[in-house]
């Protein structure tokens, strides 16, 4: 047995095994690390309204009995995509949404909130949207809406809370998976070439020499399929999402 264990192949599995370990530990390191991050991700914005100088003669539309010459719905997700949570008494300056200058929200409501306890309170504020500071735990989402009056949609997040260096507007690509499948590939590609011939057919009559590279094959395949079954959730999962933000907006209140 410990001639077998010198052997440089298995020392190269030895090896192989120790490098995992060592990233799983630098990868527990930093997950457990303190991070305050905030996402504010434009869904939607659709405009109700463009008449420029070419409008119809004698078309007119108005909102609240005043002409409107244009008009954007925008639908806006924001979330707490850090590990630590975000009380009220961290914001320095609440999350505002600031459209042109020459507009001006008129309405705003809630479309959906993940949990439904989240005491979201939206105040309009001449061009400006700003959500009232509440309790954001890490995962705490929810999705709002304004009806903005002389704007095309476009806006300017704003927002200062301790801890959170800088707003996120898109949610990032994580390249962990990727590099762990890439990782995989290689080395199951690798054993699968290196084995040496004639090849086993049935598991019982495998060889010793055998054994080290049938091992790094399976272990391999099982973390491949594992990565790719966990990609393939979180991706479901953000689809679901978007599906109930979009169908959120289309229903209304």
């Known amino acids: 047995m410990l001639e077998q264990l010198r052997d440089p192949v298995w020392q190269f599995i030895g090896a192989i095994l120790a490098l995992g370990a060592i990233a799983i530990s630098v990868w527990i390191y930093f997950a457990q690390r303190t991070s305050k991050r905030l996402l504010i991700e434009r869904v939607a914005r659709v405009p109700l ?31 707490n995509m850090g590990n630590a949570p975000l009380p009220a008494s961290d914001y320095e300056h609440p999350i505002t949404l600031s459209f042109e200058e020459r ?80 990782a995989c590939l290689i080395l199951l590609t690798g054993a699968f070439v290196l084995t040496p ?7 019982f009559e495998m060889r010793r020499d055998e054994l080290p590279y049938a091992i ?13 079954f966990y990609d393939l959730g979180g991706r479901v999962k953000k689809l679901k999402r978007r599906i109930r933000m979009q169908m959120g907006h289309f229903q209304g209140d």
Request: proline fraction near 8%; include cysteine.
């Open 49 to 79: 309204v463009t008449m420029g100088p070419d409008a119809i003669p004698g078309l007119a539309v108005t909102l609240n009995g005043v002409p409107v010459t244009e008009a954007s719905v925008v639908v806006v997700h924001i979330e």
């Open 197 to 203: 011939s004639p090849m086993s057919v049935r598991l």
């Open 216 to 228: 790094v094959i399976a272990l391999s395949f099982v973390t491949l399929l594992a990565t790719t």
């Open 103 to 182: 507009a001006e929200v008129v309405d705003a409501s809630l479309v959906s909130a993940e949990p439904d306890s989240i005491p979201v309170k939206l105040e309009c504020d001449g061009n400006s949207l700003r959500v009232v500071p509440m309790l954001l735990n890490p995962g705490d989402s929810f999705v709002c809406r304004a009806l903005v009056k002389g704007s095309t949609g476009r806006y300017t997040a704003l927002a200062r809370i301790a801890g959170v260096r800088s707003l996120e507007s898109t949610r990032p690509v994580p390249i962990s998976k990727s590099l762990v499948a890439a």
